[in-house]
């Protein structure tokens, strides 16, 4: 009914009035009736010869200014009288319609229709009206995904732009965008595959919702968790603390209260089943599930599993760790290029230093490891931003079945208004190979 009002009120301009005039409609859907009115504010009363030296002032700074292509300034039209008798009206005329009016007031003033609407008139009703449709379908979906903001899709690959790179993917009713920063490096996103995703931000655009996905973001690996364990979505096992290396490896410290639940068995399933399931939706990750342990030597002993630790010895004032294993278990400890200490690290917030004891002596502190592997996201740019975006627009900008050209008045008028092998029951489900 809204898009219809809209649609007369736009007609009626068209034919009968001025696009500047606050046409309002009131459709009876019983009887066909239309109400027609015209609103204007109640201002002061103005000389009107003052108001007409003002008029012409006006005219001849706006023709300047439109000659030097540009926007007429606020300081120039100071103390000049602003009077638009299209949607303003004084209060001496004012008090002739309603003797109670008072400037600030909204005066309503009723209209007639003066004959039937011409053809240019219901082409821009009809224009108005699938534009308000479009909006409050675009409204629709866009609060249907801003509900699953921090939750997880599922989408199929459509296309990969080859020149930005970003990933364009189908969600039922809208696309998303999966851009560079947030796809797993050897992930390969064929058109037709369908994978889950991360619901990063929904944010509404000038053309509709715009739906920013992930397939990285440390927050996907919790909600896998959530949605594939029971036990931890009633809160009877706790995930303490999530170390991540999208595609690659992850480490989650879990914990219970209950004496009767073995949050590792929990997190396993039987035969492995739960976290078989985890590693597929996150593209064959290994997960190592940790026991979260109060004591801090404890917990960065169980972080970097699978090597076995003989000791940890503490710098509570720097929070660093020297952590002591045996010569067979010092690479363990230090994993490939740096991993396992590096996401032990970021587990427990130690900063750690893996010390061989046997043998030569040997140390790894994980301040060593390069910076561009601790930084592995770069700020994108506001172009790279920008094309994301037009990436997605011709498709969510069309949620109506026809494309319509917009008429000049319509766009005034809407300016307004992978599975590994079965696992043990054990800390560590993916050995390091």
């Given at each position: 009914?809204?898009?219809l009002?809209?649609?007369?009120?736009a007609?009626?301009?068209?034919?009968?009035g001025?696009?500047?005039?606050?046409?309002?409609?009131k459709?009876?859907?019983?009887t066909?009736?239309?109400?027609?009115?015209?609103?204007?504010?109640?201002?002061?009363?103005?000389?009107?010869?003052?108001?007409e030296?003002?008029?012409?002032?006006?005219?001849e700074?706006?023709?300047m200014?439109?000659?030097?292509?540009?926007?007429?300034?606020?300081?120039?039209?100071?103390?000049?009288?602003?009077?638009?008798?299209?949607?303003?009206?004084?209060?001496?005329?004012?008090?002739?319609?309603?003797?109670?009016?008072?400037?600030g007031?909204?005066?309503?003033?009723?209209?007639e229709?003066?004959?039937e609407?011409?053809?240019?008139?219901a082409q821009?009703a009809?224009?108005?009206?699938?534009?308000?449709?479009?909006?409050?379908?675009?409204?629709?979906?866009?609060e249907?995904?801003?509900?699953q903001?921090?939750?997880?899709?599922?989408?199929?690959?459509q296309?990969?732009?080859?020149r930005?790179g970003?990933?364009i993917?189908d969600?039922?009713k809208?696309t998303?965008?999966l851009?560079?920063?947030?796809?797993?490096?050897?992930?390969?996103?064929?058109?037709?595959?369908?994978l889950?995703f991360?619901?990063?931000?929904?944010?509404?655009?000038?053309?509709?919702?715009e739906?920013l996905?992930?397939?990285?973001?440390i927050?996907?690996?919790?909600?896998?968790?959530?949605?594939?364990?029971?036990?931890?979505?009633?809160?009877e096992?706790?995930i303490?603390?999530?170390a991540?290396?999208?595609?690659?490896?992850?480490?989650?410290?879990v914990?219970?209260?209950?004496?009767t639940?073995?949050?590792?068995g929990s997190?396993?399933?039987?035969?492995g089943?739960?976290?078989?399931?985890i590693?597929?939706?996150?593209?064959g990750?290994k997960?190592?599930?940790?026991h979260?342990?109060?004591?801090?030597?404890t917990?960065?002993?169980?972080?970097?599993?699978?090597?076995?630790?003989?000791?940890?010895v503490l710098?509570?004032e720097?929070?660093?760790?020297?952590?002591?294993?045996?010569?067979?278990?010092?690479?363990l400890?230090?994993?490939?290029?740096?991993?396992?200490?590096?996401?032990?690290?970021?587990?427990?917030?130690?900063?750690?230093?893996?010390?061989?004891?046997?043998?030569?002596?040997?140390?790894?502190?994980?301040?060593?490891?390069?910076?561009?592997?601790e930084?592995?996201?770069?700020?994108?740019?506001?172009?790279?931003?920008q094309e994301e975006?037009?990436?997605?627009?011709?498709?969510?900008?069309?949620?109506?079945?026809?494309?319509?050209?917009?008429?000049?008045?319509?766009?005034?008028?809407l300016?307004?208004?992978?599975?590994?092998?079965?696992?043990?029951?054990?800390?560590?489900i993916?050995e390091?190979k």
């Open positions: 009914m809204e898009a009002e809209a649609a007369l009120a007609a009626y301009r068209k034919d009968f001025d696009k500047q005039q606050n046409i309002k409609v459709f009876d859907p019983e066909g009736d239309i109400k027609v009115w015209d609103e204007k504010e109640v201002v002061e009363d103005y000389d009107l010869e003052e108001l030296k003002s008029q012409e002032k006006m005219a700074l706006r023709e200014a439109h000659l030097e292509n540009r926007e007429l300034e606020e300081d120039e039209m100071k103390g000049l009288i602003r009077f638009n008798p299209k949607n303003q009206i004084m209060l001496a005329d004012a008090k002739e319609i309603k003797k109670t009016a008072k400037i007031d909204v005066l309503i003033i009723d209209l229709v003066l004959g609407f011409g053809r240019m008139a821009t009809k224009q108005v009206i699938i534009q308000k449709i479009r909006e409050a379908e675009r409204a629709g979906v866009f249907d995904f801003k509900s903001e921090g939750k997880i899709v599922f989408g199929v690959i296309r990969r732009d080859n930005s970003v990933v993917v969600l039922g809208i998303g965008i851009p560079t920063t947030e796809q797993i490096q050897r992930e390969h996103y064929v058109p037709g595959n369908r889950p991360f619901v990063q931000s929904v944010n509404m655009g000038n053309r509709g919702p739906i996905l992930s397939r990285t973001n927050k996907m690996v919790e909600v896998v968790f959530e949605n594939e364990i029971p036990e931890i979505s009633t809160g096992v706790i303490k603390g999530i991540r290396d999208a595609g690659s490896r992850s480490k989650v410290a914990f219970t209260k209950e004496e639940i073995d949050p590792i997190c396993i399933g039987q035969r089943s739960r976290i078989n399931t590693i597929e939706e996150l593209g990750e997960i190592d599930i940790i979260f342990d109060e004591k801090a030597e917990f960065i002993k169980n972080a970097l599993a699978p090597a076995q630790v003989e000791s940890v710098n509570k720097e929070k660093t760790a020297a952590v002591n294993v045996k010569e067979d278990q010092f690479s400890a230090i994993g490939r290029g740096g991993q396992n200490v590096r996401l032990a690290t970021d587990l427990t917030g130690w900063k750690i230093k893996v010390v061989q004891i046997e043998g030569d002596k040997k140390e790894f502190d994980v301040e060593e490891l390069e910076t561009n592997e930084i592995t996201e770069k700020p994108k740019v506001v172009e790279e931003i975006k037009m990436l997605t627009e011709e498709k969510n900008e069309e949620v109506g079945e026809e494309k319509i050209e917009e008429v000049p008045e319509v766009v005034e008028e300016k307004e208004e992978s599975v590994e092998e079965p696992v043990e029951t054990e800390e560590v993916n390091e």
